[in-house]
């Protein structure tokens, strides 16, 4: 299951990439919005970070004007790498790299193509591990600041 959330700004992009994961054979659960109308992205980024890190989805996309405040909140969430990501190069990285789960994007800055290819490469990218393991463990702080 993949999870997708977007503000008014993201709105389009998000109902167009809801198709093509469909498309694609997935199975996909909107967390909102309905509309243009707008509201508030922490809201819908929150809705979804705490629903990947209760275990209800691996991974999550979410889209606001530039994927910048998404990434941000989501990015509060304990388990979550969300990263935004602007072609294909990063969004393999993101995952090859950096074990990202919340690919995040923004609907002012990328087009619907641009916007497919970085979710087909975000999704069958696998995590490389080895070294990156190491380095992605000591992004979560313990609850006395320090890395884990």
């Known amino acids: 299951m993949i999870l997708i959330a977007s503000d008014h700004a993201g709105f389009a992009l998000k109902q167009h990439l809801v198709a093509f994961l469909a498309n694609l054979g997935h199975e996909v659960r909107d967390l909102g919005v309905e509309s243009e109308r707008s509201v508030d992205y922490p809201d819908f980024a929150h809705r ?64 619907p193509a641009i916007a497919e290819q970085m979710v087909a490469i975000f999704l069958a990218t696998p995590f490389e591990g080895g ?7 000591k992004i979560e702080l313990e609850r006395d600041g320090e890395g884990s």
């Open 48 to 111: 979804l970070a705490a629903a990947i890190s209760a275990g209800d989805a691996d991974h999550g996309i979410l889209i606001c004007g530039t994927g910048l405040g998404m990434s941000m909140t989501a990015n509060r969430h304990p388990g979550i790498r969300a990263a935004v990501c602007h072609d294909a190069y990063t969004a393999e990285m993101a995952r090859r790299h950096n074990d990202a789960n919340v690919l995040c994007m923004g609907g002012r800055v990328t087009g």
């Open 131 to 137: 070294r990156h393991r190491r380095r992605v463990g």
